[in-house]
């Protein structure tokens, strides 16, 4: 049996149902575990980064300049976009199937000691504490940890040598697990502040949100840092990068260009910035003004905003809450005023799709329906196609019904060959992860 066979099976045998129940928190649960293992999570030391967007832009660019300033550095993200392993990477390389097979023995061997097995702990729990033990054995200086979708509860909070928190937008989405309200959804996120953590909150955190982070952390003795002498102002918007000026520790350096496309991933840059005084502060071993660069020109995060055809263009982004729909809207408002647009969008069930589907409307675009790879969370594309026909601002004659992915982005090609329009493919994961390939393989 070859390591992928093993991996493969190994996988296929793990619960997918999350543990979240009523019942109360499963953090307990899993640090027994950790402790079964040797406590491998308080072998290196941890960023934590929560949030509701832009988690997986600011843990890359995190990761990447810890790795470029010279540290032993692992990260854990998701969700994976085309290979399960890349929610487990160290060193730029995703996990071998060889090591994960052998922390996975360990693992299960940690269960025996505890009196459990596999059914009960899910598949993000059993990834997260996988990536423990490769990290412990990797001999990790730092390992960033974005957490999956909440806080408290998070198996990532699990980890107990944390040395940061970097808050990202707290916005609305996962409310059936996290509550109702965003004062309830920032609670929630904001119980990984424990003592003795530095935290860094988002710029632009909503007036709700603030004061609950503020208010954990004093209760917890620690410091809230949003802002720092590191500043990056926007010089050119374009829809897959832009064109900044950065000012850092007594530098400006202008004309810089930034690999990540969104307004929005502006103010992400600046949390890191902030971020990184931080840090600087804290080490003799500091994150330098090259390292800093280096990571702005060449950071790279599948499915958002990514330039899959630069002519016609076309790309691919996982706007799937309302927040980032919201964000994905007002940048093609800016720059593309005027100019012929196809979406092909799918939502899960458990979103706000009809939220997205209001936003969506104010553009001026054809509008593809199909829904997500998702057996158990997909919304059917038929429901969608109701929404969007049944809402105030939808135009039936730009409405077209996709009967699976394939051919929605068959239906696409084919509308953007007699119009030039750009393409673009949005909402879940579970539907932006199968486009790429797809595209390619229509393309020769």
């Known amino acids: 049996m070859t390591d992928k066979i093993q991996f493969d099976k190994i996988i296929s045998d793990i619960p997918t149902t999350m543990k979240y129940d009523d019942n109360g928190s499963r953090i307990p649960l899993l640090r027994k575990v950790l402790d079964a293992l040797g406590s491998p999570d308080e072998k290196f030391k941890t960023i934590h980064i929560c949030g509701t967007n832009g ?25 994976p976009m085309y290979d399960d392993r890349e929610q487990i990477q160290f060193d730029q390389e995703l996990i071998s199937y060889a090591d994960f097979i052998a922390c996975y023995q360990e693992l299960s061997q940690a269960f ?83 003592e003795g953590i530095k935290v860094v909150s988002y710029p632009k955190q909503s007036s709700k949100v603030e004061p609950i982070i503020m208010h954990q952390a004093d209760l917890m003795n620690t410091k809230v840092f949003n802002s720092s002498d590191n500043n990056v102002a926007l010089g050119e918007e374009h829809l897959s990068y832009s064109i900044i000026s950065l000012y850092f520790q007594g530098q400006q350096i ?37 390292n800093v660069k280096n990571i702005i020109q060449t950071v790279t995060l599948p499915g958002r905003m990514e330039l899959i055809q630069k002519e016609p263009k076309t790309l691919i982004d996982g706007a799937h809450n309302i927040n980032a729909i919201n964000g994905l809207v007002d940048t093609i408002d800016r720059l593309h005023t ?17 939220k997205c589907v209001d936003r969506l409307l104010d553009l001026p675009a054809t509008f593809i329906i199909t829904s997500p790879k998702h057996p158990e969370r997909a919304l059917p594309a038929p429901e969608l196609m109701k929404i969007f026909k049944n809402d105030p601002e939808g135009v039936n004659d730009d409405l077209v019904l996709a009967e699976s992915i394939p051919d929605a982005v068959e239906q696409a090609r084919q509308l953007q060959k007699q119009s030039g329009a750009t393409v673009i493919f949005a909402g879940s994961f579970y539907l932006i992860n199968q486009i790429k390939p797809l595209w390619d393989q229509n393309r020769r």
């Open 55 to 79: 988690k997986g832009s600011t843990s890359a660019m995190v990761y990447g300049l810890l790795q470029g300033a010279g540290y032993k550095v692992g990260v854990f993200s998701s969700p």
């Open 112 to 194: 025996e000691k505890v009196d459990l097995n596999q059914n009960d702990i899910s598949i993000f729990e059993t990834w997260y504490l996988v990536s423990t033990i490769y990290f412990a054995k990797k001999s990790a200086d730092y390992v960033v940890y974005e957490c999956g979708l909440g806080g408290e509860l998070d198996a990532t909070n699990a980890t107990r040598n944390v040395k940061y928190d970097i808050f990202t937008k707290i916005d609305m989405d996962h409310m059936r697990i996290l509550g109702s309200t965003i004062e309830e959804i920032a609670t929630t996120k904001s119980k990984i502040i424990r």
């Open 254 to 290: 202008d004309g810089l260009y930034f690999n990540l496309g969104g307004l929005y991933q502006i103010t992400n840059l600046q949390n890191v910035l902030n971020w990184v005084a931080v840090f600087n502060d804290d080490h003799k071993h500091k994150i330098t003004l090259d």
């Open 338 to 354: 005027g100019k012929k647009l196809i979406f092909v969008v799918g939502f899960l069930a458990d979103k706000q799709y009809q």
